[in-house]
């Protein structure tokens, strides 16, 4: 006996969960910015432009929900997302090397450049916020690709009970 729902009920589930995650971790991601004053780095970017195109999937998707095909592709690009922030973790904890290029968050007033020479560097080897020694990129991972696999999982049971 499974714990997943089967036919409608884990297409209905596997679509909710494709729509909450990336909602939910770029929710999260923003508030981090916005709120705490987290400033991303490009790799944090890679792995929101993901969320971006799983949260368009996913919406989609739960428009037309005869369309399985979109929540696949969210659950595919919640995956990427994943494991780009795999890969960014990885550069964070020194297990590899990461590209060499940084960021800056420029905000501009009376004197453009002074804002652009002033702007702070963000480098993407350098952990700005951890918990339990894990950091943003390391959650995501742990978040997405576990959630990604569950919505798979849903899919395919939901086609179990079809014809």
Known sequence: MSALPSGAGADRAARILAFAVPAALLGGAYIGQYFFHLVPCEMCWWQRYAHFAALAFAVLGLMRPSAKVLTWLAALAILVGGL?????????????????????????????LAAIMN???????????????????????LISVPAALL?????RRGEGDRP
């Open 84 to 112: 780009i922030g795999l890969y960014h973790a990885g550069v964070e904890y020194g297990w590899w090397q990461g590209f060499t290029a940084c960021t800056s968050e420029i905000k501009l007033g009376d004197d453009p």
């Open 151 to 155: 919505i798979f999982a849903l899919l």
């Open 119 to 141: 702007a702070p560097m963000i480098r993407c080897d350098q952990v700005q916020w951890s918990l339990f020694g894990v950091s943003l990129a390391g959650f995501n991972f």
